[in-house]
Nanobody
Framework: QVQLVESGGGLVQAGGSLRLSCAVS????????MGWFRQAPGKEREFVAA????????DYADSVKGRFTIFRDNGKSTVYLQMNSLKPEDTAVYYC?????????????????WGQGTQVTVSS
């Protein structure tokens, strides 16, 4: 049983920073590509960032490029999302996802396992 547990969400003012963490258990973490998605009220779940199994390749949604950074620690089986210069439009539930494949993907249906989500609220 693969489990993904997100943490680090919360309430922050615009311009502030948060770091999300996603701890993975039940599978060899270093063989999986990982991703972060988000879902705002009334909207579809959308891609935010992805990282390949080694951590040397990443991809980002245009809306977060230059502000968010995805990175991983394979020794701790954890992937992170560092979010800087947060904007009210970043408010959403953020989900961590894992692929069986080691390669980056940006589509929801390319991910095999999902966490329960963590709320991020950015006030103006």
């Amino acid at each position: 049983q693969v489990q993904l547990v997100e943490s680090g969400g919360g309430l922050v003012q615009a311009g502030g920073s948060l770091r999300l963490s996603c701890a993975v258990s039940g599978r060899t973490f270093s063989s999986n590509a990982m991703g972060w998605f988000r879902q705002a009220p009334g909207k579809e779940r959308e891609f935010v960032a992805a990282i390949n199994r080694s951590g040397y390749s990443t991809d980002y949604a245009d809306s977060v490029k230059g502000r968010f950074t995805i990175f991983r620690d394979n020794g701790k089986s954890t992937v992170y999302l560092q979010m800087n210069s947060l904007k009210p439009e970043d408010t959403a539930v953020y989900y961590c996802a894992a692929r069986i494949s080691p390669f980056i993907a940006t589509m929801r249906n390319e991910y095999d396992y999902w966490g329960q989500g963590t709320q991020v609220t950015v006030s103006s």
